[in-house]
């Protein structure tokens, strides 16, 4: 039976994360699509029905202070939105609703937090995919005011407009964009970036034995610069599979939609060819 509904999380702080599953109950293939800093499940809509469509059951959360989900009670602040804490969401949604391990696909914030779980967690893992990520970054401490400061010079509309141009090539994407960085809370922007201005998770990637795919925007040239340090680390490894999209940004789901999904597919089906149907996209 194929269903599609929305639900809520209770985490231990009192912040409700928010999360939509669709798909087939009983698929023998679970994907979780994550997003980044101040994005939200809504980024993955048509590409979570696309893939539920093809029998796959598909989790779509919103990371606490985004979307739908809420944030703890006081002013936001660092420690709220650790990477720590908000990878135990994440991992509370899959013992809440995962069938056994999953095949994640996190962008930007989404893979660094999949990292994460992926060193501290491998069993629940049976593949990882990133894009839009650096596997280590270390940004002046100044970059995390950045967000509240376009904020406050531009407002939200024209903050989302402007993030939107420079987001997507994709037009047809761009009010989505701008939306989600209009009603996002530019305090949580400021939070999150104090917390991942600076990390280092390459040792989690060359420890895992698990599946790996990496998809490299080839617009997302600020990224990839970061990608450029760690790829020679990661290439030839048996479980690391590498794409290069030309026409993906930071969004690449955005901007070469039916590439980035024609990628996803053929890397878990590589793996578990059973996983799902074999529907047109």
């Not at 800093?37 to 919103?62: E, I, S, T, Y």
Request: charged residues 20%; contains cysteine.
């Amino acid at each position: 039976m194929s269903i599609s509904r929305q639900d809520m999380l209770e985490r231990p702080d009192g912040t409700r994360i928010a999360y939509e599953v669709l798909g087939p109950e009983d698929a023998t293939r679970t994907v979780v699509l994550v997003h980044g800093l101040a994005a939200a499940g809504a980024q993955f809509a048509a590409d979570a029905m696309a893939f539920a469509a093809r029998g796959n059951r598909v989790l779509v959360p919103d990371l606490r202070g985004h979307g739908r989900s809420t944030r703890p009670p006081s002013d936001p602040a660092a420690q709220d939105f650790t990477i720590p804490l908000m990878t135990a969401d994440m991992e509370a949604l899959l013992e809440a609703e995962a069938n056994g391990p999953v095949h994640w696909v996190g962008n930007s914030l989404g893979g660094i937090l999949g990292l994460h779980l992926l060193a501290r967690a491998p069993r629940r893992f049976a593949s990882f995919a990133s894009f839009g990520t650096a596997h280590r970054l270390n940004l002046p401490r100044a970059s995390a005011g950045s967000i509240g400061l376009a904020y406050r010079l531009f407002g939200p509309r024209l903050s989302g407009a402007i993030t939107a141009r420079f987001t997507t090539d994709n037009v047809a994407a761009r009010p989505l964009v701008a939306r989600l960085i209009a009603q996002f809370d530019p305090r949580v922007g400021m939070a999150i970036a104090q917390n991942v201005r600076r990390y280092d998770l390459l040792e989690a990637a060359l420890g895992s034995t698990c599946p790996m795919l990496i998809i490299e925007g080839g617009r997302d040239r600020l990224v990839n610069l970061a990608l450029a340090r760690s790829l020679p680390q990661l290439r030839g490894r048996p479980n690391l599979t590498h794409v290069h999209l030309k026409e993906g940004g930071h969004c690449a789901n955005l901007d070469a939609k039916d590439a980035w999904r024609s990628t996803l597919l053929a890397f878990w089906e590589s793996m578990d060819p059973a996983g799902g149907a074999s529907q047109d996209l």
